[in-house]
């Protein structure tokens, strides 16, 4: 552990070729966090040139690691096909192995895939660990490798719809996980939050469970409370009714 954090100190200071090789001297000892560390440094190219393919051998290894994050950084590679072949099926697994892992990320992921029986790209396209559970966004850091061809396209949009089966039933679980996730150090940011927005309103409606209105507002009010504009808007809309 203290190596761990020694190499985190060295990454935090933007020492980057020397966390780099700190980590991957612990993952050779079989360190699971470091081998995670070593895969998101070789994803987005900190401390060493960028590999897409030992980027995702890295969290392939560490694919069991405490909390789902490396399932979750390698369905979102399969998802796009960096550094593997795309493969929607594959990635939705992953992104189960992560949910049932407790990583709420990808427990919202599978809630809103579930809902529109189709799995499409992440809100946050990777997890970062260094030194702590953050979701990222960093899309603009994925290169765009030239124009796809049509019948390609049609054929990966068929596959993502084939990937996943449309349930609210499992919407509505998923949701429900995500939403009362513990973040005992507040390390899911807006995750937990939108989830309990998006929950709320499936008590309200209806959708994948029955009709509970004081349930579904008393979750948008959470939701408000951690700062939801879009459950502070629609209670304000309630509000004027």
Known sequence: ????????ALYAKGRYEEAFRA?????????????????????FGVGTPPDYEKAADFYAVALYLEGGD???????????????????AKAVKYMETAALAGCPEAQLYLA??????????????????????RAESKYDFIPVTGAIDPEREEKLEEERRRAIIQSEIDAHRWL?????????????????????YLLGLFHI???????NRKKGE?????????????????????ANK
């Open 1 to 8: 552990m203290e190596k761990l954090i020694s190499a985190n």
């Open 23 to 43: 980590y991957d001297r612990l993952a050779a000892e079989g360190d699971l966090d470091a081998m995670f560390n070593v895969g998101y440094m070789y994803q």
């Open 70 to 88: 490396a399932a979750y950084n390698l369905a979102v590679m399969h998802l796009m096909g960096l550094g593997v072949e795309t493969n929607a």
């Open 112 to 133: 809103v895939a579930c809902s529109a029986g189709y799995a499409g790209n992440p809100v946050y396209s990777n997890i970062c660990r260094i030194p702590f559970h």
């Open 176 to 196: 429900t996980m995500a939403a009362y996730t513990e973040d005992e150090h507040d390390v899911y940011g807006d995750t937990i939050t939108n989830a309990k």
């Open 205 to 211: 409606e209806g959708v994948g469970c029955r009709i």
């Open 218 to 238: 008393a979750l948008l009010r959470e939701a408000a409370f951690a700062g939801s504009a879009e459950a502070k808007q629609y209670l304000l809309d309630a």
